[in-house]
């Protein structure tokens, strides 16, 4: 067996986004709550729902029922409307650590999002490229989410 060192760029993710919401504070955190959770969909559309426990040391994992699951984190910290951080392994089944933060702000008669995961660890190069855009279409649908919930409650 050959073994080969990873540089720290290869062991380390880093990655920053931002989105703003037309909803309040308060809206925007609670579909963010639901899209993590029982609203989460894959970006090809395909429903998977996961648990998300809103209190520090709450556990955010797929429940695949009887049982069987996989842990994606813990809440770290949650500060509602504005702060909700999650650490643990996410969807990367190998020795990884992760946190990833959600800062929410008020912003231009709307809501700012402010999106950081950094991970370290062995990261699957497939896991590189996908997360990105994962994580992107995860924000989009929380801000469809509560623009929607917006358009609702204002009828």
Same mark, same amino acid.
């Given at each position: 067996?050959?073994?080969?060192?990873?540089?720290?760029?290869?062991?380390?993710?880093?990655?920053?986004?931002?989105? *703003?919401?037309?909803?309040?504070?308060?809206?925007?955190?609670?579909? #963010? $709550? =639901?899209?993590? /959770? @029982?609203?989460?969909?894959?970006?090809?559309?395909?429903?998977?729902?996961?648990?998300?426990?809103?209190?520090?040391?709450?556990?955010?994992?797929?429940?695949?029922?009887?049982?069987?699951?996989? *842990?994606?984190?813990?809440?770290?910290?949650?500060?509602?409307?504005? #702060? $909700? =951080?999650?650490? /643990? @392994?996410?969807?990367?089944?190998?020795?990884?650590?992760?946190?990833?933060?959600?800062?929410?702000?008020?912003?231009?008669?709307?809501?700012?999002?402010?999106?950081?995961?950094?991970?370290?660890?062995?990261?699957?190069?497939?896991?590189?490229?996908?997360?990105?855009?994962?994580?992107?279409?995860?924000?989009?649908?929380?801000?469809?989410?509560?623009?929607?919930?917006?358009?609702?409650?204002?009828?």
């Amino acid at each position: 067996m050959v073994q080969t060192a990873l540089t720290i760029e290869e062991m380390t993710l880093n990655i920053e986004q931002e989105i *703003h919401v037309n909803a309040s504070l308060e809206t925007t955190f609670a579909a #963010l $709550l =639901e899209q993590l /959770g @029982p609203g989460n969909e894959r970006p090809d559309g395909v429903a998977m729902p996961m648990k998300l426990e809103p209190w520090p040391g709450g556990r955010w994992f797929r429940d695949l029922a009887g049982g069987n699951g996989h *842990h994606w984190a813990h809440v770290q910290a949650i500060k509602r409307p504005t #702060l $909700l =951080e999650f650490s /643990g @392994p996410l969807f990367m089944s190998y020795p990884v650590a992760n946190n990833v933060q959600y800062r929410l702000s008020e912003e231009g008669g709307g809501t700012l999002i402010k999106f950081r995961h950094t991970g370290f660890g062995f990261i699957a190069e497939e896991h590189r490229k996908g997360v990105v855009s994962g994580w992107g279409y995860m924000l989009q649908k929380a801000r469809e989410r509560a623009e929607g919930s917006q358009t609702k409650s204002a009828r």
